[in-house]
């Protein structure tokens, strides 16, 4: 099976356990902190690892989780290194967070600028998206400054990515003159 379907079957069952129980938002709490927690390298490779058994993998687990995190999470910890699956935690942590807000309407979006932009440029952002249904009415933005685009915007919804930066423009530039042949006569 597939690491994708993996992922997506967990995170669901957690969140629709964590639905049933009314601890949804202690249970996103922890998710998130364990993605940010996950970040560490040491700590990815010990989940990744076949040579660290499951009993030692568990009891770290344990040293760092219990008390800290919400009894349902840490309990969908220990189903999770039971059933040997904790290389997945991951992609299951990310896959509960994208679940999550698709449940509750929240659109991520990430907008990539050259400069920083203020605040009321993504208010501005915020209210065309809302009013071309691309996104739903709550929207988080993640914002990147990425000097390369020279100029112009990135945003990315999803899947789907609006590109208007100067620099793709210079590159449509640059390609239709190389594919000209009536310029390249010259």
């Known amino acids: 099976m597939s690491v994708i379907k993996v992922a997506s079957r967990y995170a669901k069952s957690l969140l629709d356990l964590a639905k049933e129980r009314k601890e949804l938002d202690a249970v996103l709490k922890d998710?998130?902190?364990?993605?940010?927690?996950?970040?560490?390298?040491?700590?990815?490779?010990?989940?990744?690892?076949?040579?660290?058994?499951?009993?030692?993998?568990?009891?770290?687990?344990?040293?760092?989780f219990k008390g800290k995190f919400n009894q349902l999470?840490?309990?969908?910890?220990?189903?999770?290194?039971?059933?040997?699956?904790?290389?997945?935690?991951?992609?299951?942590?990310?896959?509960?967070?994208?679940?999550?807000?698709?449940?509750?309407?929240?659109?991520?979006?990430?907008?990539?600028?050259?400069?920083?932009?203020s605040d009321q440029e993504i208010e501005a952002i915020r209210s065309k998206l809302i009013k071309s249904d691309v996104t739903d009415d709550s929207i988080e933005f993640e914002k990147?400054?990425?000097?390369?685009?020279?100029?112009?915007?990135?945003i990315k919804i999803g899947d789907k990515l609006y590109d208007a930066s100067?620099?793709?423009k210079l590159n449509e530039f640059r390609k239709e003159f190389t594919e000209n042949e009536y310029v390249k006569a010259f």
């Open 73 to 117: 999470t840490t309990s969908f910890f220990d189903i999770i290194l039971r059933k040997a699956r904790e290389s997945y935690l991951p992609e299951i942590a990310h896959e509960f967070i994208r679940q999550y807000n698709t449940l509750k309407g929240i659109s991520k979006v990430k907008v990539i600028t050259a400069t920083e932009i």
């Open 31 to 64: 998710i998130q902190a364990f993605r940010e927690m996950i970040e560490n390298r040491d700590l990815l490779l010990l989940t990744k690892s076949p040579i660290v058994s499951t009993d030692k993998k568990q009891s770290i687990f344990d040293e760092i």
């Open 144 to 154: 990147e400054v990425d000097p390369s685009i020279i100029g112009g915007l990135i």
């Open 166 to 168: 100067v620099q793709r």
